[in-house]
């Protein structure tokens, strides 16, 4: 069971950016994501859609690859690095043609072989910071 469920949630990161389809065959009706880059929890596949799209429609060349998986019973830890060049409007911010790497962490809960429930947290502000969005620290400086 613990395998299966590592294959479904790799298949929703790392497939969808070729076949947002997977989307429908995996994500319950009943799914709710909770991403802490956002203000309000994504619901459906369709919310999961949406989510995907607006990253896919901003990252030429988008893709996320797994990294590491732990499962236990009805849940899976995930680790993952996503990268593209940022190629279209994000959150307000034109195109800048930088490539983006950044990583996450997503927490996947699985019913009857579907995504019901996720929590995922990332390195937004990394993101924003490679697209010039928000500025970086300085470096400190010795006397």
Do not use: C
């Amino acid at each position: 069971m613990a395998t299966g469920n590592k294959e479904i949630v790799r298949r929703v990161l790392e497939d969808v950016w070729k076949d947002p389809g997977v989307i429908d065959e995996l994500v319950s009706s009943d799914y709710v994501g909770y991403d802490a880059a956002l203000p309000e929890p994504i619901r459906g596949p369709q919310g999961a859609k949406d989510n995907y799209k607006q990253y896919s429609d901003a990252f030429e060349g988008a893709h996320i690859r797994v990294t590491d998986q732990i499962a236990e019973g009805d849940t899976v830890a995930t680790r993952w690095e996503g990268r593209g060049r940022h190629t279209g409007e994000l959150m307000g911010v034109p195109p800048t043609g930088k490539e983006v790497v950044v990583e996450g962490l997503n927490f996947t809960r699985l019913q009857d072989g579907k995504i019901i429930e996720e929590w995922s947290n990332w390195d937004t502000l990394g993101m924003l910071q490679q697209i010039g969005a928000v500025p970086t620290a300085a470096a400190a400086q010795t006397p």
